[in-house]
Each structure stands twice: as C-alpha cells, then as structure tokens.
C-alpha cells in the first residue's frame, strides 16, 4: 500500500511527458505538416516623382509587405527555399538574398508604372505641381499550408487617382523536394478534360445553362478558357483565379472556379500532388 503513492506519481509524470510530445508537433505557422516552416515579416516602402507624357506631375507611392519563411527544416534546406520564394515571388535571381531582391522587386514596382517619363525636380514636387497620384500597395502573404504543400498569394491594390483596381496572383510549392508545383500534376492527355470542368463549374456557379447565359452575365471567350498556372491549393479543392477582363468585362472582377479534390484527382499525374488528399 506504500507505494501507491510513487506509482500514481509515475503515471501522472508519464501522462504530462505524452501530452509535451504532442504539442511539440504543432508548427509555427498554425498548421500541422510534415515539414513545418518559421515565418517573419517584411515591409519596405518607395516613392518616385515623374512627368506624364501629358505634361502632367505624378507622385507614386509604393508599400510592400512580404510574409516569408525564415527557417525551414536545416540551413540548406532554408536556402533552397528562400532562393525559390526570391526566384518565383519576387522575380529576381538565385544570387540575391530576401532583402535584396524586395528592394529590387519594390523598385521595379515603382518604375513599371512610369516607363514612359522623366524625372521632376524635388522643387517643382514641392511648390505644389502634382496633378496625379498612384499608391500601389503589395501583400505577399500565406495563402495554405497542409500536406506540405506551400500556396503563397501576392495582392497587389493600384489607386489612380479615384480608381482602384486588385489582383492576385498564387504560387505553389511542394516542400517535400523543395519545388514549384504547376500543371505538370496532371497528365499531359487531361487538360481538355480540366478545362471542360471548369468551364462547367463557372456556369454552375453562376446558375448558367450555357455559354450564351454566361455572355449575358457579362462572361465572354469562355469557349477559349484556358488552363493556367494562376491557383491556389484550398481546404475543399484548387481554385482558379482569371484577371480582370480575362473572362468577363467588368474591369474589377476576377472570376474564381474552384474543383473539389475528388474531381481533379481522377486527372493526376503518377507523382502529382493531388494525390495527397
């Protein structure tokens, strides 16, 4: 009867012990996955003066926020994936590190809207002469992360002035070999047979019997719907995402489609990523 004691203790010790152990699985970013991922946050902000072809004095301002991952498995491993995210979301080079191509990546921002003009001097800026003004501000951040798949979304927000305009743009990575993930997850005789699917999904969507229905609602070329590299990875399927004016007319929506995983895995390469779900 004396030891009772030291063995209801050796019990509740060894049931806290479990319970440490499978908290330590959760990862950092909030989900759970084989290979979880540290993330850390970035902001960097420019500006530019210049001269419209029009005579006219515009100040542009630009904002960018990146969510990206600051350590992942070992140190290799980090920098392979951090070279992908520079390569892929921030469209510089392998030889740059993450602050650096942000700072290029910002810039290229700014000089994409002002190609076409030519430096204002900081005293004309001052006395008042800007007649145009352009915030651009880019949210790169987690879109998912389950079943080592890696989606990050960039959203970019353009004001002209009283016009305003949103994109957004994916991009997929599978963390098991550290790789971009793109159409190659289905076979290569299948894609007809995707895009019929979403073709049907976005008339079903949009309680449309037809391609005709689908016009009326403001959709057009959707005969010519094409199967991109523009989506996302989801809890219930990969979603779709068409620019503006990619497939309607108005200048502010962008369609979404979304297949459910059921459906898309009867369409998966041998190796394909789908197969996970």
Request: charged share 25%; hydrophobic share 40%; glycine share 2%.
């Amino acid at each position: 009867m004396k030891r009772t004691p030291f063995l209801i203790f050796m019990i509740v010790a060894l049931s806290l012990l479990c319970s440490c152990t499978k908290k330590a699985a959760t990862v950092t970013d909030g989900t759970t996955s084989q290979y979880p991922i540290s993330l850390t946050s970035v902001k960097m902000s420019d500006t530019a003066s210049f001269k419209r072809s029009n005579g006219k004095v515009c100040m542009e301002f630009v904002d960018v926020s990146v969510t990206y991952p600051k350590f992942f498995i070992d140190k290799a491993s980090t920098a392979k994936l951090q070279k992908l995210f520079t390569r892929m979301v921030l469209e510089g080079n392998d030889s740059l590190d993450i602050d650096d191509a942000l700072k290029e990546y910002t810039r290229a921002t700014l000089n994409s809207n002002s190609l076409d003009s030519t430096d204002v001097n900081e005293y004309a800026v001052a006395e008042g002469a800007v007649s145009d003004r352009i915030l651009i501000a880019v949210n790169i951040t987690i879109a998912y992360h389950q079943h080592d798949i890696l989606t990050l979304c960039k959203e970019e927000t353009v004001k002209k002035d009283e016009v305003s305009s949103k994109t957004h743009q994916y991009y997929n990575i599978d963390l098991k070999n550290i790789a971009p993930i793109d159409l190659s997850m289905f076979r290569s005789d299948a894609f007809g047979a995707v895009c019929k699917a979403l073709k049907q999904q976005l008339m079903t969507q949009n309680r449309a019997k037809n391609s005709d229905e689908l016009n009326d609602l403001g959709f057009f070329n959707i005969d010519n719907l094409t199967l991109t590299t523009n989506f996302c990875f989801g809890e219930n399927g990969v979603t779709w995402s068409y620019l503006p004016q990619e497939l309607a007319a108005d200048a502010n929506l962008e369609p979404k489609i979304t297949l459910d995983y059921a459906t898309l895995k009867r369409w998966a390469s041998d190796k394909s990523v789908l197969k996970r779900f």
